[in-house]
């Protein structure tokens, strides 16, 4: 099967811009998550979508909006974009299922740069 | 609310040393923990995994164990290679009311290994 895909894979946007990424998960998994990945915070959960539905959501202000379409396929948006937005962005899939936690794979992120 | 400590890096090792990197949690419940590894400019690739109390995850040499008494999933290595250089990303995964995906990640250990 082929593995998580996310584009655009590198993106550079101003302060106050807005700006999409996609993710496409693996064939199957319903669940996608997204996380931020900075040198100064780590790893950090965005949110979870599943069955287009928002299942659970992180401590990041509203300009963080996702969705998920009937495909699995799930966008990000981050509006009014600030100079801490600069940053990894992980989109992770997984069947969705699992009481307690699935096993999530990773794709190979988007970097944004915002200046 | 859920947490994972992990020994701080860089871990600077000879190749065939053995390796072992530290990590604790904190969690209501069951959580599934796990262990990703990053490469340079790359996402996280699931290394290994443990469901349950006293299940042993491998994968490539690499071993974990899921120990409950002690809170604890430390990564071990018996003969670590060049090509084993990352930053591992110790992590538990539990949704909120045990419904879903949101991992918690611990900061990271950057290895490197020398020839």
């Known amino acids: 099967k082929a593995g998580v895909t996310q584009t655009p894979r590198y993106l550079i946007k101003t302060r106050g811009q807005q700006v999409t990424l996609s993710c496409s998960p693996i064939?199957?998994?319903?669940?996608v998550s997204w996380y931020q990945q900075t040198p100064g915070q780590g790893l950090q959960f965005l949110f979870e979508y599943f069955s287009e539905t928002q299942r659970n959501k992180g401590n990041f202000p509203g300009r963080f909006s996702g969705r998920q379409f009937s495909n699995s396929r799930s966008e990000m948006n981050v509006s009014t974009l600030e100079l801490g937005d600069s940053a990894l962005y992980l989109c992770?899939?997984?069947?969705?299922?699992?009481?307690?936690?699935?096993?999530?794979?990773f794709g190979p992120g988007t970097r944004l740069t915002v200046l | 609310g859920n947490s994972v400590t992990q020994m701080e890096g860089p871990v600077t090792l000879s190749e065939e040393a053995f390796l072992t990197i530290n990590c604790t949690y904190t969690?209501?419940?069951?959580?599934?923990l796990f262990w990703y590894v990053q490469y340079p400019g790359e996402g996280l690739q699931l290394l290994l995994k443990?469901?349950?109390?006293?299940d042993k995850g491998s994968n490539k040499g690499f071993e974990a164990t899921y120990r409950k008494e002690t809170t604890s999933f430390h990564l071990e290595k018996g003969s670590v290679q060049v090509s084993d250089s990352a930053v591992y990303f110790c992590a538990l995964n539990r949704g909120p009311n045990n419904a879903g995906n949101m991992l918690t990640f611990g900061g990271g250990t950057r290895l490197m290994v020398k020839p």
């Open positions: 992770a899939s997984s069947e969705g299922l699992a009481r307690g936690g699935d096993t999530q794979y």
């Open positions: 969690a209501t419940g069951y959580p599934s």
């Open positions: 064939s199957g998994h319903r669940s």
């Open positions: 443990a469901t349950k109390a006293d």
